[in-house]
């Protein structure tokens, strides 16, 4: 069994289990001045590039990878792949959660020109209305079609204020539940 950490740049470490009945050998790690030579010759690399040291049920081997190119430069890649998966993963799910903030943040922006392009289109047309209605009666259905299309208008009223009388006149009245108006009204009230 073995167990494999990544240690940073070009430096992994891999815990060797024994299996139960085998122990290490004290006097060939002495020997050998903790470089394990088959190890070193197995990876193609120096034996000062592969460190054995004993633990209490087998060895850890500290190994130093190449930093240039060339096959044992994939070595890295191979061994330590479970946790460049697990950094990918992280990665792809930060990126993918700011992507989604960002997708939110643009749709609200839309939404916002929409609904000033709405706003601009409506007054234009408003003002178009009201230079081309050939009476108020004309005028007032009119300018409440316009503003049906920006809100809810089922029940729409226009006011008009008479400053001197300090009275409310409603010229066009559109209500789901009274059907008929009266009125004027009295300001205060």
Do not use: W
């Amino acid at each position: 069994q073995g167990f494999i950490r990544d240690l940073g740049p070009n430096l992994i470490e891999f815990d060797l289990t024994m299996r139960y009945g085998y122990k290490q050998s004290r006097e060939f790690f002495l020997i050998t001045k903790g470089t394990f030579t088959y190890m070193s010759a197995a990876l193609g690399l120096q034996p000062s590039q592969v460190e054995m040291q004993p633990i209490s049920d087998g060895c850890r081997y500290i190994i130093q990878l190449p930093s240039g190119g060339g096959a044992l430069a994939g070595l890295r890649r191979i061994i330590t792949r479970p946790f460049n998966i697990l950094s990918a993963a992280k990665a792809l799910k930060e990126t993918n959660e700011q992507l989604q903030l960002r997708n939110q943040e643009l749709e609200e922006l839309v939404r916002e020109r929409n609904r000033a392009e709405l706003l601009q289109d409506s007054l234009y047309r408003i003002a178009g209305i009201a230079n081309s209605a050939a009476s108020l009666n004309e005028l007032y259905p009119a300018i409440h079609d316009v503003i049906k299309k920006l809100m809810p208008a089922d029940n729409f009223f226009i006011a008009l204020y008479d400053q001197e009388a300090d009275m409310i006149e409603l010229p066009y009245f559109v209500d789901e539940v009274d059907k008929s108006y009266i009125g004027p009204y009295q300001a205060a009230n």
